[in-house]
């Protein structure tokens, strides 16, 4: 085993930071993208570090390294070291699998139930209205999409504003948002610190959404209200929704309304340095896995005879 390995398992924790500086100085659609595949690369490349000192851990025992055919011991740091390091691996794995099975249950349920109600009336286009007291609106993919509203939400807003909130809903899966989401939620169940780059991947998708939606009516003052009135009519709703199903009255509000009000060139200049720090930081933890991966193998090599050390 390699100390090479220590490095996915610490690299995820400069994510969050990192992915908060690169959503305030990048484009939203940009910056849900490197945030995104930053964070799916560091989930991979801890979970390969995981397994790796797992599988080492099980080659020293007779059994496993009999079927492994090992003729040497294999090489590894002291059972003091390798023996907890495995232990703490194989329980990081297991909860990591376990939460991840019940989250992907219970989205999948509220899933067919929300396409369920959506379904329940007649669609006009792509636009669901769902009798409810509750005011809520959201983006539901699958086939068809689907455009969700309540009855309660439609009331809430003037003919202007609920313009902009389709509008917005409409850029979601337009943008196949709920992939990106759906991405983020997998790689939070692989560390613990990629649970707050999660949030910041779904404010990216938001506003996204929201820039989106300004262009598409022509009023960005228009959508930050229809956003703002949004959230305030909804905010004591809790409605069960995928944690894939963006909606416009998600995320950090007043934050999404001041990027729309904010004057034109006000934002920070778009630089690349903080895409190429996060992507480095990525890259960094997958060629270390990467390493660690090969340093092992040619190990196994060398106990199986197959090399010289």
Not at 109 to 121: H, S
Not at 215 to 244: C, K, M, N
Request: glycine share 6%; proline share 7%.
């Amino acid at each position: 085993m390699t100390v090479l390995l220590l490095v996915p398992l610490l690299a995820p924790l400069a994510a969050p930071p990192l992915a908060r500086h690169a959503l305030d100085r990048l484009r939203p659609v940009t910056a849900l993208w490197v945030l995104t595949a930053s964070c799916l690369a560091l989930a991979a490349a801890c979970v390969t570090a995981l397994g790796v000192v797992v599988l080492t851990a099980l080659l020293k025992i007779p059994a496993f390294a009999s079927l492994g055919e090992l003729v040497h011991p294999l090489r590894t740091f002291s059972d003091g070291v390798l023996v907890p390091a495995a232990a703490a691996a194989a329980g990081g794995l297991t909860v990591g699998v376990l939460t991840l099975g019940r989250s992907a249950v219970r989205q999948a349920g509220a899933f067919r139930a929300a396409r369920t109600e959506a379904g329940r009336r007649p669609a006009a286009g792509d636009l669901s209205v769902v009798d409810s007291p509750h005011p809520d609106a959201y983006a539901l993919p699958g086939r068809p999409h689907r455009i969700v509203v309540t009855t309660a939400m439609l009331r809430s807003l003037d003919a202007a504003e609920r313009e902009a909130l389709f509008a917005h809903e409409r850029a979601h899966n337009a943008g196949g948002h709920h992939y990106f989401l759906a991405a983020a939620e997998l790689a939070a169940h692989c560390h613990p610190a990629l649970r707050a780059a999660r949030a910041t991947v779904r404010f990216a998708a938001e506003r996204a959404a929201d820039e989106a939606a300004a262009t598409a009516v022509g009023d960005r003052r228009l959508t930050a209200r229809a956003i703002a009135r949004a959230a305030l009519a909804g905010h004591d709703s809790h409605a069960p929704r995928p944690v894939f199903v963006p909606g416009a009255t998600t995320g950090p509000v007043p934050r999404r309304v001041a990027a729309l009000l904010a004057p034109a060139g006000s934002r920070p200049r778009a630089t690349r340095w903080i895409a190429l720090l996060l992507a480095a930081c990525a890259g960094l933890s997958v060629t270390a896995a990467a390493a660690g991966v090969l340093t092992v193998h040619h190990e196994v090599e060398v106990a199986q005879g197959e090399e010289s050390p």
